[in-house]
């Protein structure tokens, strides 16, 4: 069955450098994105691609089956749902079950 | 340029009614999936147009419909709701169906069945 694994929830210190991981077993999938998800506001594209990549603070990881999404000095204000997503090959995002981060001041 | 708009934004209906969620995606979009969002199960694919085509459809009971329309804006209708149905629609677009650009998300419709 075509899924996308990462962990419920992250929790890291204001400033520190923080990471998500995920994984997947989607068939012939080999791009990785990783969404940011506010309550109430559109989920937000981050990072994406088929090696590793960063945008501004975003940098993401990349492996075959496997990729992390790293931010860097996080801060209060990054506390939401991250979510990691795969195109498997009818080209449909199939997203993981999200990663809460919590941030410590 | 506006983004993905969906409408309403908040809904509340009793079971066994139906529901009918709209979606304008993007100008010059002509993909638009739709996706609901549960605490816990993330986001669960529901089904994806393209040229007012189905394309693909998620694992949903026939309860879940939709269309898409020549101007590419989308309705996604649920029939007979159920206490289960309540939930974040969020719908998406994209330039083409084989984009590997990721889609535009809009803010979705929080629906409530009571």
């Known amino acids: 069955k075509d899924q996308v694994f990462q962990p419920s929830t992250v929790a890291s210190s204001e400033g520190a450098v923080v990471e998500i991981f995920c994984n997947h077993s989607?068939?012939?999938?080999?791009?990785f994105f990783w969404y940011l998800h506010f309550p109430g506001c559109a989920p937000r594209l981050l990072v994406k691609?088929?090696?590793?990549?960063q945008q501004g603070r975003y940098n993401m990881t990349y492996e075959r089956f496997s990729s992390s999404l790293l931010i860097l000095q996080v801060r209060e204000a990054d506390a939401a749902v991250y979510y990691c997503?795969?195109?498997?090959?009818?080209?449909?995002?199939?997203f993981g079950s999200g990663t809460r981060l919590l941030v410590r001041p | 340029k506006a983004g993905v708009t969906q409408t309403p934004r908040y809904l509340i209906k009793t079971r066994g009614q139906q529901v009918t969620l709209s979606c304008s995606p993007i100008?010059?979009?002509?993909?638009v999936s739709w996706y609901q969002q549960t605490p816990g199960q993330g986001l669960q694919f529901l089904f994806e147009?393209?040229?007012?085509?189905?394309?693909n459809k998620g694992n949903f009971p026939g309860r879940f419909s939709g269309r898409q329309f020549s101007n590419s804006r989308s309705e996604m209708n649920v029939s007979t709701l159920e206490l289960g149905d309540s939930a974040l629609y969020l719908c998406?677009?994209?330039?083409?169906?084989?984009?590997?650009?990721?889609?535009?998300f809009g803010s979705g419709t929080r629906l409530t069945v009571v």
């Open positions: 691609g088929s090696k590793p990549s």
């Open positions: 998406a677009s994209s330039l083409e169906i084989r984009q590997g650009t990721g889609y535009t």
């Open positions: 989607v068939s012939n999938a080999y791009n």
């Open positions: 997503a795969c195109m498997d090959s009818s080209y449909k995002l199939i």
């Open positions: 147009y393209f040229s007012e085509t189905q394309r």
């Open positions: 100008s010059g979009h002509r993909s």
